[in-house]
């Protein structure tokens, strides 16, 4: 209840921070859009950066770092530091003169001017409303599901399909409102204030959270030193020797487990007494979840009973252990070889498969903070939900393989942050400065920004790889990721510090969510009803009501979106900012090649959004996490398949790439074979010095 | 002074790429892995690099800059 109190105290906050602001509005649309061009340096760099800093900045980062080690600052945080900035330098100041001296609002204002073309908007506008939509439910869904993970057990009877905690769907539905009061009333001058005051909030608690985490863990050098005992890969961006010993050594433990699970529950050919049984469980030490399930394989190889199961039925085995889907037809060698943990993988695994740990440990679940058995307290609390499941996960899979961060990877992963240069919510953020000179700040201070919040949270999630609670591990093998940063604090620090990072976490999601519903209001309003209902039908009262039901209405759709949970959502996150980046070569020509053409832009973003739609399908839609375009090995050119490790040696390249150089060689090429625009259109945006 | 800040930027983005600690799991200060505090510094650098940009190839006069009224 502790947690609820302060989340709820802070959702009051903002609110009350959202009607002090919406009392300096002045009523007109240019101010409710635009703050009429009024915001100075520090609350520029503090809503440029809260927008650009999502969910993924603190339980995303933790989240990666968790999975993959600390490369992922590298790939991820301080590349941005480096592309970010050159966005602002070498776009949005030259946008904000234009738009100061044109009097845009919105991009395709802006391409309607620039490229001569009144049908770009119609091609464009479902573009970017589409590109933006997943990165809003990614907000949505993740606000509730924070939420949800950390009120767990808040309540003595209600809620128990969640435990006990608030609903994602009611966390989701209350934080899309208080977005929604904040941004309706205060508009762009609101949007600003709130993402100065959760900039601050999400930035400070990041740091605290660092380190009460890393005090409890027995201090800075302990925490790290434990991971370069037991997962040194974590710390760099190969597999140390070691690691990869440890897994095959997990894995053919896997193996056997699979191999006597499948014998006596599937095919019934084993079965041991209960005298067998008995000597099995006093020859197994340990006490783990599924211990007896141990010392029987154990006992099971021990005596020869393995050895009665063809290599057919071995394969099958592993497919069933590991939840994947049987292939359809039987390959030709199903018989022949017995599968690696890679050709496993190759199976998709069944949609849910882990919810079967509700009924395995039905007896288990319960109110998290009630005694399993009052007379005997050692036995615990009663699990939740999530921990069946997680018991189920780390019981039942194989172990993950270790695997490293390919250099060509890490190469290319530079052209996602680009994707700044075309983000519509921060054009408009762009347009709000007060002068060239607000542009200053942001340039230089977001690389630092950047790194006070991720280099703590890279550390801590490279620590949860190691931290041990109570003499075991913290995390069994599959946690889910983006969960640990939010499980480590509730785990080892007081209620109150969850609760003040769960105001955190719910700040950097705020500070995304309400530039993105703004704009995407400021763009059906200005883009559509404004420019197709001519400019004189409405006078500027009816433009702000028109935004503001264009906001309540891309609110509520977002979230009866979210409501249905789509798979693979939080992958579609790469994918978005993706498709932003691959139009990062029309913003740039736009502003900077006097020769390109309306016929080169448009052949710009066909491409575009073709090689995106493409390769999004190759990727199963977004379902193989992974997904590279190989170049080098059997063929020249491969896409990651399904469960593919790709060897060393082989080159890989994040798909943004190939969009980028797509997008860019149509662009030029069609361009230089079109007529020009005209001399008065380049008058206009490039005027002689 | 815009080729030195422009051959700063591209120096920044050929050293982000990191040639030296890819397999180096050293602990710096007792706990800050190597490849970390290296990817730090080039945010720090990437901070300066920008410094300078702003103050000597600033791409916007002052007489075009006054406030937007």
Known sequence: MIQLTIISIYLVLLLILGIFSSRLFKGTSKDYMLASHSIGPFLLLMSIFGTTMTAFALVGSSGEAYKE???????????????HSLCFFVLGVKVWTLGKKYGYTTQIQFFRDRLESDKIGILLFPILIGLVIPYLLIGVMASGAVVNS???????TSFAHYDYGIPPWLASLVICGVVLV???FGGMRGTAWANTFQTLVFMVLGVVTFYIIAEDLGGLKAASEAVVKKNPSKLMRSVAPEDQARYEKSFAQWTTMAKYNFASKKLKSISLTAEQKKEAYAAFKPRMPNWK??????????????KQLSIAQINDAYVWQDDRIPPET??????????????????????????AGYKIFADKIGHPKKLMDPENPKAGTFWTRKKARGVYRATKWAPDAPHHLDPWKFLTYLFVPLSVGMFPHLFQH??????????KLPVVAHPIFIMIVWVPCVLVGVWATSAELNGRAMFPPHFPPNAVLASMVKMITTPVLTGFLTAGILAAIMSSLDSQFLCVGTIFTEDIVVHYGGKNRFNDKQIIVIARLFIIGIV???????????RHVFTLGVWCFSGFSSLFPLILAALYWKRLTKAGAYACIITAISLWLYLFTMSDYAAISNFTINFGGESFVSFTKPGQQIAPGIIQTMPVMTMIFGSTLAMILVSLVTKPPRQETLDRFFPAK | MKYVIWGLVLLLLVLH????????ATLLFGFMPIGLVYHAGISVAAAATWLLATIYIWPVDVAEDAPVS
């Open chain 1, 69 to 83: 080690g600390i490369g992922v600052y590298g790939m991820l945080a301080s590349s941005s530091g480096i592309i």
């Open chain 1, 150 to 156: 950390v009120t767990e057990g808040a309540f003595a």
């Open chain 1, 182 to 184: 904040y941004v309706f």
């Open chain 1, 293 to 306: 399930l141990k010392a029987e394989t154990i006992f099971a190889k021990k005596n020869g009973l393995l």
């Open chain 1, 330 to 355: 039987i390959p030709e060698d199903w018989d022949k070889a017995e599968l690696t943990h890679e050709s496993i993988q190759q199976y998709p695994r069944k949609a849910g498969a882990e919810t």
């Open chain 1, 430 to 439: 762009w347009l709000t400065a007060k002068s060239a000179s607000s542009f």
């Open chain 1, 556 to 566: 509520a759709l977002t979230y009866f979106f979210s409501l249905f949970e789509p």
């Open chain 2, 17 to 24: 790429q990191d040639f030296w600690f890819w397999d180096d």
